[in-house]
């Protein structure tokens, strides 16, 4: 059986026209090593539209681009550093369009600042993996003492007697 490690990439990048592409085909090539082939079109298709609208009405160009594989559920971040961008005015026409083709998506802001929105695709049934194991983590225990230099026979005699005596 096929079993999924989780994934993260990250890019960074200043967006123009003709880097809408190459970033598109270096998401694919993300997307075909995880084995992913079936989220390639969706994805890309997704955030080559939110870049050409970054673009579009952006001033700050500077954007990063983030996903996360978990077995079930690939997460796609795009964060831009412009402040004046408005999602709910200029990129409408995207965040509809990331409704209607993702499983879950949303816009939030940093702690900078910048504006991240982020979409979901699922794994369709019959293609979700589990996750590869992990080996738990060793913890740190009390050491045991050495073990004692009198014997436990003598231990149990002395018991007795001290049991005796307070009789």
Request: net charge negative; charged share 20%.
């Amino acid at each position: 059986m096929k079993t999924a490690v989780p994934c993260y990439y990250h890019l960074d990048v200043e967006v123009s026209p003709e880097r809408v592409g190459q970033i598109s085909r270096i998401l694919a090539a993300h997307l075909h090593y995880w084995d992913l082939e079936n989220l390639v079109e969706p994805v890309c298709q997704a955030t080559e539209l939110l870049l050409c609208a970054i673009d579009q009405h952006a001033s700050d160009k500077h954007t990063s681009i983030e996903m996360w594989w978990n077995g079930q559920h690939l997460i796609t971040a795009i964060g831009d550093d412009d402040r004046d961008l408005r999602p709910d005015q200029d990129l409408r026409s995207c965040l509809a369009h990331l409704a209607a083709t993702s499983d879950g998506w949303g816009c939030c802001t940093s702690e900078t600042g910048s504006k991240i929105i982020w979409f979901s695709q699922r794994a369709r049934a019959g293609e979700r993996v589990p996750l590869v194991p992990t080996a738990p983590a060793p913890s740190l225990r009390q050491v045991c003492p050495l073990p004692r230099a009198t014997r436990v026979a003598a231990l149990a005699a002395s018991a007795d007697a001290a049991l005796e005596a307070a009789r």
